[in-house]
Antibody
Framework: QVQLVQSGAEVKKPGASVKVSCKAS????????IHWVRQAPGQRLEWMGW????????KYSQNFQGRVIITRDTSASTGYMELSSLTSEDTAVYYC???????????????WGQGTLVTVSS | QSALTQPRSVSGSPGQSVTISCTGT?????????VAWYQQHPGKAPRLMIY???KRPSGLPDRFSGSKSGNTASLTISGLQAEDEADYYC??????????FGGGTKLTVL
């Protein structure tokens, strides 16, 4: 079955960077996009960006432009999201999710990874 | 970008129907037929419930339905069940291959 498994929880200091991984299985990795979505404690879902796992092109939310880099390793069927210059406001659960095909306006997100808690604290 | 506007909470008794609204602008909800809805239980990852405004993933009960009028999309849940109690989020295409979520709605089954 299609599955996304994310890396474990992280604790980072303000100003540091974090890199979260998302390993895909059960489908041809390069035929789809991977999206990243985060959720601060008690807050709403917030879309961060996507990567076309085949071509490697990316698109980021303006809210994270310049601070986020999304990459992938096709040989490992794994996507990555790296967020830099962390502050306490970046404390959140970070999710990866698959699109129904290559990136398009009609994208929806299914399935989702289990989420990775990133805590930013001095 | 601001979040799409959803009511903070709705409630209904078992067996009843509830509707959750999601209001945006002509640049997102109103401009495209690309609205999805997600259900999220506490401590869990979101689950896709509706996509392309009205379509249900295979295996999802037809108690869940979606619609759109102008800049407002809606999710209707009929025949409420206890397990429907969760947070619900809408998400719309917002142009330039970007996406925008709503603020979320907490559904309470009384």
């Amino acid at each position: 079955q299609v599955q996304l498994v994310q890396s474990g929880a992280e604790v980072k200091k303000p100003g540091a960077s974090v890199k979260v991984s998302c390993k895909a299985s059960g489908y041809t990795f390069t035929n789809y996009a991977i999206h990243w979505v985060r959720q601060a404690p008690g807050q709403r879902l917030e879309w961060m960006g996507w990567i076309n796992a085949g071509k490697g092109d990316t698109k980021y939310s303006q809210n994270f432009q310049g601070r986020v880099i999304i990459t992938r390793d096709t040989s490992a069927s794994t996507g990555y999201m790296e967020l830099s210059s962390l502050t306490s406001e970046d404390t959140a659960v970070y999710y990866c999710a698959r699109s129904p095909n290559i990136p398009s306006p009609s994208d929806w997100f299914d399935p989702w990874g289990q989420g990775t808690l990133v805590t930013v604290s001095s | 970008q601001s979040a799409l506007t959803q009511p903070r909470s709705v409630s209904g008794s078992p067996g009843q129907s509830v509707t959750i609204s999601c209001t945006g602008t002509s640049s997102d909800v109103g401009g495209y037929n690309y609205v999805a809805w997600y259900q999220q239980h506490p401590g869990k990852a979101p689950r896709l419930m509706i996509y392309d405004v009205t379509k249900r993933p295979s295996g999802l009960p037809d108690r869940f339905s979606g619609s759109k009028s102008g800049n407002t999309a809606s999710l209707t849940i009929s025949g409420l069940q206890a397990e429907d109690e969760a947070d619900y989020y809408c998400c719309s295409y917002a142009g330039s291959y970007t996406f925008l979520f709503g603020g979320g709605t907490k559904l309470t089954v009384l």
